[in-house]
């Protein structure tokens, strides 16, 4: 598609559920990126893929957040046993190279845990 | 280390008048890139500008011009004549190429343009 695709728009868990994110990105791009945005604005970069291989995962709290790109399939991301400071928006952007970093972002995903 | 500072957390101002967000940068690279995004209440990411560090011209689009300079590492956004349509939260970024592209985001401005 010629935008970046995110589902569901708003996703509401209890806590110590699973919640499970995907994104579909722009056709021919072949690099994702998961930022989390908590509610005081404040972006947070999770994890990037080129093509279906971790690219960067500096950013994964990775107890409980596990992310995939799989070819033919959207991309995931997945935080098992949700905690109330999960509650944000996740974005996923999408770019064609790693070069010019211009990443294309998707509407985002409201996560939020009760 | 790689840093985004917007000092300005929260700006109003009336409609009408002109707006200067600002942003400072710092990086150890000599490339880089810059950019900068709106957010407006329905949550979504409008990307901006996107600016590389060996092109240090000023850019005008319309109402909104932005003012690279490298000797300050800074990156202004101004809007002239501010509407209320305005009203968003901006964000400066910043992507050194060679560490892995992610994009690190400052905490962004909230501008409130008052009818």
């Known amino acids: 598609g010629e935008e970046v695709a995110q589902t569901p728009k708003h996703l509401v868990r209890g806590e110590g559920q699973k919640a499970k994110l995907y994104c579909a990105p722009i056709?021919?791009?072949?690099?994702v990126f998961w930022y989390q945005q908590v509610l005081k604005n404040e972006f947070k970069f999770l994890i990037s893929?080129?093509?279906?291989?971790?690219?960067?995962e500096t950013g994964m709290p990775k107890e409980r957040f596990s992310a995939k790109c799989l070819p033919n399939s959207p991309c995931s991301l997945e935080i098992q046993a949700t905690k109330l400071e999960d509650s944000a928006v996740y974005f996923c952007?999408?770019?064609?190279?790693?070069?010019?970093?211009?990443?294309?972002f998707g509407p985002g995903t409201r996560l939020t845990v009760l | 280390a790689q840093k985004v500072t917007q000092a300005q957390t929260e700006i109003s101002v009336v409609e009408k008048e002109d707006v200067t967000l600002d942003c400072v940068y710092e990086t150890r690279d000599t490339t880089y890139y810059l950019f900068w995004y709106k957010q407006p209440p329905s949550g979504e990411l409008v990307f901006l500008i996107r600016?590389?560090?060996?092109?240090?011209q000023n850019e005008i689009s319309g109402r909104y011009s932005w003012n690279f300079q490298k000797s300050t590492s800074s990156f202004n956004f101004t809007i002239t004549a501010s509407q209320v349509v305005d009203s968003a939260v901006y964000f400066c970024a910043l992507s050194e190429e060679g560490r892995d592209d992610k994009i690190i985001f400052g905490k962004g401005t909230r501008l409130h343009i008052l009818p």
């Open positions: 893929f080129q093509n279906e291989n971790v690219f960067d």
């Open positions: 952007a999408s770019s064609q190279s790693n070069r010019y970093n211009e990443q294309f």
């Open positions: 600016r590389n560090s060996f092109d240090e």
């Open positions: 056709k021919g791009h072949s690099y």
